[in-house]
């Protein structure tokens, strides 16, 4: 059986840390968090153990540890408070609130996913919620996925049947029929055949065929071959992953045993960032179950097939979530993005083959196989196949996760599904993508339908699918300054184009550079196209695409801002 992380590992010496972990596949991270656990910081004896043990030069370790944001290096560093200053906690007053907690060393952290909720804070593995005004409070139960009525949905379709999260509630709501299915009535060509009719694709941002990515897996030469759960979400406006990993973990554990079915592997891995200790617990309980229920483990369903799956724990960097980066983090490596190609199918975790999959394009697979490909293709509107949820919170009425047919108009989700902005306000911007897509406004909000080649029409794109809602209170020059600001702090560095142009463009939006404004927008585009034509990853080629809608959209804000002294802080 898998072993999982462990909420404590007080009781436990050096060396029975070490021997707890070195064996197992992808050791690196759980070694490093049950040290910090333990001790509340990583020592330098930790990590020269740890260096040690894993045969990692001790200076690469150094570097690969402090890229990480969460892991303290600092006696009772992992008990200062972690304060959320993602783009929707600025508008509530994230800022204030680390001020309020100033005595207690609190310091900012990027977006903790909870954009739908008061504004996160993390005291070591609790999770709490504070005001600005200091107060904190435990952390309320997670809100219920909205659920708009009539329309048919996929990955929602069974996440509020009641017990959902455990494998009894799982299977009273028809859990495990889709692997059972598959196991007993298809061969693995087939299943492949099945999720590439069904034109599923992949919900983490790139679109790619998922049919098409688990063929090349399952061509491809090398074992062990290995399916990857991404479930980094570091995309600020974005937590749809975490409420299907909450209210419904053994839809994406059943996804991945059905893709490993498909495609021939025998592990698996979901790599959880580290701002979910919750859904951490949660998951480990899911897995134990399904170890003891014979669903995870050697002969799955009594067949010769096995596959175990482990849960990885990543310690805070957007970058993360690109697959290359999540592949070099799971293997205790310094997570630099991966030139590609070769791309994973067929160079993936210990260079071998390896579908990297998103949660949601996950949990939408034992749907898909307990249906004929047609179902899925009839849930999008007109021409468009499937669904799609949408993580929208900000100057909305009823902020949270719609899984939305694809098609849908924009309009009809911001104002029928979520009710309209706040009273007495409008809309002024929506974001796409968190916030990698930029800004839609004016007449793109009323016209735009929630597909990918409409979002791209109107110069952005879907991404992800995180929407954060500005109203016509909110300063637009601060907002793209506070997204700029995070594409900065999370730029990996390996190129310089992005490295340096994210710097440049977040001076740029709070007040630097040239005061005239032609000067002023010919500098920020001579950086926007540097950076599109030569970044080496998506995070470079997103981020002008923040400061181009701006001008866009918003060219008073603009002009008053560069030729005026607008003020940059949000919050
Ligand atoms: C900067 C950056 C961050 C990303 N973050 C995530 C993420 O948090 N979750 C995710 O599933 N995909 C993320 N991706 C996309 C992944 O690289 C990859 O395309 C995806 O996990 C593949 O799964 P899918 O085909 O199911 O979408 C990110 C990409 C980039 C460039
Ligand atoms: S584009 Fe940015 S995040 Fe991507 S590899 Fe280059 S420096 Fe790193």
Redesign the pocket.
Known sequence: MAAFITASHTILTDQQIIGRWQQEPAPLLPLLHAFHNRDGYLSEAALHLIAQALRIPLADLYGTVTFYHHFAREQGGQQTPRVCTGPVCCLRGGHALIAALQAQGATAMPCAGRCDEPIPVLIGNRYLVGQPDGTLVEAPTPLPVPNPGSIEECVFADIRQPGRATLAGYRASGGYTGLTRAMTQMTPMDVIDHIRDSKL????????P?GV?WKAVAEAVGQPKSI?C??????PG?FK?RAVLDYDPFAVIEGMTIAAYATGATRGFIYL?YEYPHTLQTLETALQEAYAAGLLGRQILGQDFHFDLYVRRGAGA?????????LNSLEGKHPF?RNRPPFPVTHGFENLPTA???????ASVPQILRHEPAWYHALGLGDHVGTKVISLSGDVKRPGNYEVPFGLPLKTLLYEWAGGPLPGRIFQAVTMAGI?GGFLAGEALETATIDEPSIRSKGSMLG?AGMIVFDDSRDMVAAAHNAMEFFAH?SCGKCFPCRIGTQRLTERLNGAGPTDLTSWLAEVNDLSQTMKAVSA???G??APLVVESLVRFFPEQVKQHVTGDSCCVIG
């Open positions: 694709a992949g919900r983490g941002g790139a679109g790619f998922t990515k990857v991404n479930a980094d979400e570091g995309e974005c992953d960032r957007y970058i993360c979530g690109e697959e290359g980066s999540l993005p990297v999959n998103n949660v949601e394009t996950l990698s992800a999370e990853c998506g995070l080629v997103a």
